[in-house]
């Protein structure tokens, strides 16, 4: 795609990026086929074709308008059309430059500015889980319809104390502490029982991708230096990687080298920590775990978030977990289709959401599995507020089989 650049991004980095992207498009199509915004409302400007071109225009210099912004924040940014795109465009870090573009060229109103702020810090505030807490106090006198979307809580069990020779450092988060704290926990002792501590910086929370994907690109990038800063020493004193057990993190980790290349004190550092970021799918993989059936009978439907399949490159490595510990795998139709969580987005375009949702938990539960398995955190509770048979962390079912394994 032949792309001229106006003056105002020619000569900076993004734009030069931009333009290396654009360049490798051709216009095919092929996207449209596993675009989920596309197959719903099937407008050309709600697929990546057609945002590559609102985006090509407005780096041209075109003026770009709300209807811009509008079909650019419809976008769930799953990367799908990644996997599909026959040249390797890299759409999502097209549309994050692009969205900064739009974010300044047609403002926001106050309300709206100040409501996407207050989202990002909410969700990555003390404040969440107090009220979360306070909302699991009276699910049970909700009406179903409310009570619904209060996730249920499963406590964590004992964590390890012993300490290993091999260390891994591993992502708190934000949001995942509150709502499955039972996650990491059922991690640590997983990798436990494989010879590997885990271990965390107090003083990381957020990975970056809330305020990324909501343009707040200052906290963005302020948020990626603060938890560079916290590992780097752990990293220094042996740690042989950063472990993620929600793929949304993962994808966001894995791209800070990305994010802050034009980063002179950071860019070397980010590029590190992105080169040592492994899903903990990826450690499983390659670590000596003892075939099993502790998990015969219960038969699992895998949802793989976007964020693992097509941000992360990541296809079937639960399943191929799960079978080792005799999990009876569930078949799913359209597997690569988003479930419509997408961080935010779940929140800002709920409709949408809701519609892929619905096609989605369709598809996960026609084969009539036991339980849902996922990889973040997000798609959990997005899928569990509707789902009729629990969703829950692949990592959960293997800590929990293999401690009847043993």
């Known amino acids: 795609m032949q792309t001229k650049l106006a003056a105002f991004v020619s000569d900076i980095p993004a734009g030069r990026e931009a333009q290396e992207i654009l360049g490798r498009c051709v216009h095919c199509g092929f996207c449209t086929a596993t675009c989920p915004t596309y197959q719903l409302l099937g407008n050309e400007l709600d697929g990546p074709r057609g945002r590559i071109y609102l985006i090509k225009s407005m780096l041209e210099g075109t003026a770009c308008s709300k209807s811009t912004l509008l079909h650019l924040d419809r976008c769930l940014t799953c990367r799908s059309c990644e996997t599909t795109c026959p040249s390797g465009v890299e759409y999502g870090r097209l549309l ?9 060229t047609v403002p926001r109103s106050i309300g709206r500015r100040l409501g996407r702020r207050l989202l990002a810090w909410f969700l990555t505030s003390m404040l969440f889980p107090v009220l979360l807490g306070l909302g699991r106090s009276v699910r049970r006198l909700c009406p179903e319809k409310v009570a619904r979307y209060i996730p249920i809580r499963y406590a964590a069990g004992e964590i390890p104390t012993t300490s290993r ?3 891994m450092i591993v992502l708190e988060g934000c949001a995942q502490p509150a709502l499955s704290p039972n996650i990491n926990a059922a991690a640590a002792r997983v990798l436990d029982q494989l010879g590997i501590s885990l271990i965390s910086a107090p003083e990381v929370g957020c ?3 809330l305020p990324l994907h909501l343009s707040i690109e200052d906290r963005a990038r302020q948020t990626m230096r603060r938890n560079i800063d916290a590992w780097w020493p752990l990293l220094e004193s042996g740690a042989e990687c950063i472990v993620m057990t929600a793929s949304g993190c993962g994808v966001t980790v894995k791209e800070y080298g990305q994010v802050l290349a034009d980063d002179s004190e950071y860019a070397e550092k980010a590029r590190r920590v992105s080169s040592v970021t492994r899903d903990l799918t990826e450690i499983l993989l390659r ?3 003892t075939a099993s059936l502790a998990g015969r009978g219960m038969r699992v439907a895998v949802q793989t978030p976007c964020t693992l399949q097509h941000g992360q490159g990541i296809n079937g490595s639960i399943e191929e977990i799960l079978s080792r510990l005799g999990f009876e795998q569930a078949t799913v139709e359209n597997s690569h289709l988003c479930c419509g969580s997408a961080g935010s987005y779940s929140i800002l375009q709920s409709a949408i959401a809701n519609r892929l949702r619905k096609n989605k938990l369709t ?3 026609a084969d009539g599995p036991s339980v849902i398995a996922t990889a973040n955190v997000g798609c959990q509770v997005h899928l569990a507020a509707q789902a009729t048979v629990p969703v829950r962390h ?10 009847l394994n043993d």
């Open 287 to 289: 670590e000596p775990m």
């Open 207 to 209: 990975c970056g991708a």
């Open 363 to 365: 598809a996960l539960q």
């Open 165 to 167: 020779s091999r260390q």
């Open 96 to 104: 994050e430059i692009g969205r900064q573009v739009a974010e300044k």
């Open 394 to 403: 692949w990592i959960e079912l293997v800590d929990s089989a293999m401690q």
